[in-house]
């Protein structure tokens, strides 16, 4: 798994690789719950390059959105592949983190949420 993060206003996108399986859900958890704090509250995931995600790996999403929603913020994904955008659907993530086929349309939502 690699994980790439950079900032956009009050979001951080966070770029997703490889594959999250049983040892990388404690990691990605870490990772994206340091990424959002009060001046970046927002979290987007771009998973077009994630292969695979097991249930720690969804674990970590949900975790991350309870304390993005904590801090008044929002998860969105981005371009998950057909096997990962099922697994949200089967698993009933989908309609707690709102998936967007392209970064334009995740960051204009952080945008237009009320701060």
């Given amino acids: 798994m690699k994980i ?3 900032q956009s206003g009050r ?4 770029k997703l690789s490889g594959e999250v ?5 404690a990691e ?11 001046d970046t509250p927002h979290l987007i ?3 077009s390059d994630l292969a695979f995600i097991g249930s720690p790996g969804l674990s970590a999403l949900l975790a991350s959105r309870a304390t993005a ?5 929002s998860i969105q994904i981005v371009s998950p592949s057909e096997q ?4 949200l659907k089967v698993t009933q993530i989908d309609p707690l983190i709102r998936v967007h086929q ?3 349309s995740a960051i204009q939502a952080t945008i237009d949420r009320p701060k």
């Fill in 4 to 6: 790439s993060l950079r």
């Fill in 21 to 25: 399986g049983l040892e990388e859900g």
């Fill in 69 to 73: 929603r904590e801090l008044g913020g």
């Fill in 28 to 38: 990605l958890q870490t990772r994206l719950l340091a990424a959002i704090d009060k």
């Fill in 84 to 87: 990962i955008g099922g697994l």
């Fill in 11 to 14: 979001a951080q996108i966070a």
């Fill in 45 to 47: 995931l771009e998973l």
């Fill in 102 to 104: 392209n970064l334009e």
